[in-house]
């Protein structure tokens, strides 16, 4: 899965990990948090490796790929898995009147090419039966101004699951996207600085909290297990409540 070493990719990684997955444990340049997740699966009985590969450049597919090769060789077992999570983004942009062409392009690399690409790439290691989980965002149908060229970009996400479920079910994979609200991770440690700030976050869901990593991983794992076998295609909403 790529961006495991941090917040929701963490939980995620976590979680798949303690139902019995080899996870590898993709990430950018945090190189000490993503050692760190390996070794809290490793100390509770799981199997992870953790791979680098910088995302939104040319070349990352591949090289992300080299990296998951050589990784599981290490193990002993063939270079293929049944599930992939494409979770790393980078967030910003600010409102219409601020992005700028450097961010957005940056965006558009990172949250759009990189996991269009990896699918690309992947398609050949990604068993038949297998599952895609895209992580969206609560921006795609609900304003959020403030976010307007991120929002664009998983947009996309959501565009990309619809086209590739159509396509890969007759290889019995599943493809969907989640969309969380807002959840407790370093992406948004800026936004809930105060208190009053982050109940403000907390007010946008139903339940009057912000999320965690954890309620993201646990439907992320739902849609890995065979239960969800018949679910292809969806955006499946893990916001609290916060696009009612």
């Given at each position: 899965?790529?961006?495991?070493?941090?917040?929701?990719?963490?939980?995620?990684a976590?979680?798949?990990?303690?139902?019995?997955?080899?996870?590898?444990?993709?990430?950018?340049?945090?190189?000490?948090?993503?050692?760190?997740?390996?070794?809290?699966?490793r100390s509770?009985?799981?199997?992870?490796?953790?791979?680098?590969?910088?995302?939104?450049?040319?070349?990352?597919?591949?090289?992300?790929?080299?990296?998951?090769?050589?990784g599981?060789?290490?193990?002993g077992?063939?270079?293929?898995?049944?599930?992939?999570?494409?979770?790393?983004?980078?967030?910003g942009?600010?409102?219409?009147t601020?992005v700028t062409?450097?961010?957005?392009?940056?965006?558009?690399?990172v949250?759009?090419?990189?996991p269009?690409?990896?699918?690309?790439?992947?398609?050949?290691?990604?068993?038949?039966?297998?599952?895609?989980?895209?992580?969206?965002?609560?921006?795609?149908?609900?304003?959020?101004?403030?976010?307007?060229?991120?929002?664009?970009?998983?947009g996309?996400?959501?565009?990309?699951?619809?086209?590739?479920?159509?396509?890969?079910?007759?290889r019995?994979?599943?493809v969907?996207a989640?969309?969380?609200?807002?959840?407790?991770?370093?992406?948004?440690?800026?936004?809930?600085?105060?208190?009053?700030a982050?109940?403000?976050?907390?007010?946008?869901s139903?339940?009057?909290?912000i999320g965690?990593?954890?309620?993201?991983?646990?439907?992320?794992?739902?849609?890995?297990?065979?239960?969800s076998?018949?679910?292809?295609?969806?955006?499946?909403?893990a916001?609290?409540?916060?696009?009612?």
């Amino acid at each position: 899965m790529t961006g495991g070493s941090r917040g929701i990719g963490r939980g995620i990684a976590l979680r798949l990990a303690a139902d019995g997955a080899l996870v590898a444990v993709h990430y950018g340049s945090s190189e000490a948090a993503a050692r760190e997740t390996v070794e809290t699966i490793r100390s509770s009985g799981g199997q992870a490796l953790a791979i680098r590969a910088e995302l939104g450049v040319v070349g990352d597919a591949a090289a992300l790929y080299a990296a998951f090769d050589a990784g599981m060789g290490e193990f002993g077992v063939p270079p293929e898995f049944d599930i992939l999570v494409n979770n790393a983004g980078v967030s910003g942009s600010g409102r219409i009147t601020e992005v700028t062409e450097e961010v957005f392009d940056r965006l558009v690399a990172v949250n759009v090419r990189a996991p269009l690409f990896l699918v690309q790439h992947g398609l050949k290691r990604l068993r038949d039966g297998g599952r895609i989980i895209n992580i969206s965002s609560a921006a795609t149908r609900r304003a959020f101004p403030e976010s307007i060229g991120y929002a664009m970009t998983k947009g996309a996400v959501d565009t990309l699951t619809l086209a590739l479920a159509r396509q890969l079910g007759e290889r019995g994979i599943t493809v969907n996207a989640v969309a969380p609200g807002f959840v407790e991770t370093d992406m948004n440690a800026r936004r809930r600085q105060t208190p009053e700030a982050a109940a403000a976050l907390a007010a946008y869901s139903v339940f009057n909290r912000i999320g965690r990593p954890d309620d993201i991983a646990d439907v992320v794992a739902f849609l890995a297990s065979d239960d969800s076998r018949w679910i292809t295609g969806q955006y499946v909403d893990a916001t609290g409540g916060t696009i009612l």
